[in-house]
Structure formats: structure tokens, C-alpha cells
């Protein structure tokens, strides 16, 4: 299946200052997903964000933080029922990205899948502490059925034909 930006909402998850530093590459990650929902802006697609335990882990990075129309607090692992409050209710293909691959972002993925979203996560925009669990969470998302995608073709499926009003700012953007 292809991604739609008129049927997307971006989920950005927990990019928070006290796990971050934790995170194999976590620089690299929020400059990845920074680009992602600058993207996302760029094509008017909704952005949320979600913190962990805001008061225990801080909340979202700055850079993160301005990306999203709105952002949710959850002590729950699995966001996908706080998500559902949303405006993600009005689209049903749902991109994600964030932290921890093996935690926040599997337990997400599978709970909207369950509930009937098509579920698509940016490899190259998920962290981990370890290697092998972001690995093993990658692995089993695509056995369960979600779609691993890059940067790269969230960008081009959204664009959908070099003809788009914003194609020179996405490729900007993405170089």
C-alpha cells in the first residue's frame, strides 16, 4: 500500500531530554525527525506527539516539540487509544517515529493496527538504546503486518508525482 499525505497523520513518540541521551545515535535521530515533520508541514500533514511521563522524562525536545499541532501526555506504553481522541481519527494511515522501537513505538504500532489503521514506521526516524532491540522490534512489526518505510519514500509517496507544488522544497529539504 501507498502512503497518502490527504489520509496521513504523523506520530512523533517521545523524544524526551532524560532517554534521549541514552539512545544509540540519538542526535541523529531527532535531526532525522525533524526533517520528517518539517516535511510533514510542508504538505499539511497533522503532527502529534506524545511524552512518556512528562514529569518523570521532561517533555519533548524543542525542535520536536514545535513540529506538532498537539502533543499528548501518556503513562501508557501503547499510545494508540489516546491517539484515537485526536485528529488522527479522521485518517486512517498513521506514520511513526520516535522512541524506544522496542517499547513506545511496537506497542503503538500494533495497537492502531488493531484498531484498523494502516501503520507505516520511518526505520530511519526509531531509537533504541541497543542496536539489537530496535532490530528485533523492526523485525517483529513487519511480521505483524506494519510497513517499514525511510525518510526518503514517506517523502516521495506524499509528494506522489514530480509535478507537486512543493516537490523543489521536499527535495530541498531531504538533501
Known sequence: MMMDADNATLVMIDYQPRLLP?????????????????????LDVPVIGTEQSPDK???????????????????RFDASKTLTATALAERRQVVLCGCEAHVCVLQTALGL???????F???????????????????????????????????????????????????????
Request: glycine share 8%.
Open 22 to 42: 541514552a539512545i544509540h545515535h540519538g542526535q541523529k535521530l531527532v535531526a532525522r525527525s525533524v526533517t520528517l515533520g518539517r516535511l510533514a508541514a510542508l
Open 57 to 75: 522524562l521532561g517533555e519533548n525536545v524543542p525542535s520536536i516539540k514545535r513540529l506538532c499541532t498537539e502533543t499528548l501526555a501518556k503513562s
Open 113 to 119: 493496527q488493531r484498531l484498523g489503521f494502516e501503520v
Open 121 to 175: 514506521v520511518v526505520e530511519d526516524a526509531v531509537g533504541a538504546r541497543r542496536r539489537a532491540d530496535k532490530a528485533a522490534a523492526l523485525a517483529r512489526m513487519s511480521q505483524a503486518g506494519v510497513t517499514l518505510v525511510t525518510l526518503e519514500m514517506v517523502a516521495f509517496e506524499w509528494l506522489g508525482d514530480a509535478g507537486h507544488p512543493r516537490f523543489k522544497d521536499v527535495q530541498a529539504l531531504i538533501k
